[in-house]
């Protein structure tokens, strides 16, 4: 975790995935302060949606300006790691309160997506592309 954010006392912890996007979140009390990799929020997640994206559970909840939150994220793109820390900041919202479930679970956001990449067949160029036929 980074210097800037050493926090001790008590947290709530959840993992959230997304395709091969493994996102490890903790929550402390704090003033909304976020940490991804040992960066600052902004400066890891570039992108205004990408930002959207991972405070939507915060803001449909209401806890933005409640919680601190360290992340690591591994593996996956950057879309992946978005929607990983949406997942894992949702699951650590329940451990906090188990009755923000009513407010979460409608909107998606803690139904882990599984969909991930098609395996490649043999015989064809991809998972399911075919070598172009040549009647001739």
């Known amino acids: 975790m980074s210097d800037a954010l050493t926090l001790t006392g008590t947290y709530y912890y959840a993992n959230g995935k997304r395709k091969n ?4 979140v903790r929550l402390h009390k704090g003033n909304g ?8 929020f902004k400066d890891y997640f570039l992108t205004r949606e990408r930002f ?6 915060l803001v449909l909840t209401k806890t933005e300006k409640m919680f601190d939150i360290s ?11 978005t929607e990983a820390m949406r997942h894992g900041i949702s699951k650590a919202l329940l451990e906090f309160n188990k009755e923000l479930r009513a407010d979460l679970k409608p909107e998606g956001y803690l139904t882990r997506d599984s969909r991930t990449k098609e395996r490649k ?12 036929f040549s009647k001739r």
Not at 52 to 57: G, N
Request: with cysteine; charged share 25%.
């Open 71 to 81: 992340a690591e994220v591994s593996g996956g793109g950057l879309n992946g790691q």
């Open 121 to 132: 067949k043999f015989g064809l160029h991809k998972a399911r592309r075919a070598p172009q």
């Open 21 to 24: 996007a493994v996102a490890r």
């Open 52 to 57: 959207d994206c991972v405070i939507a559970p």
């Open 33 to 40: 302060r976020m940490i991804v990799n040992g960066k600052e």
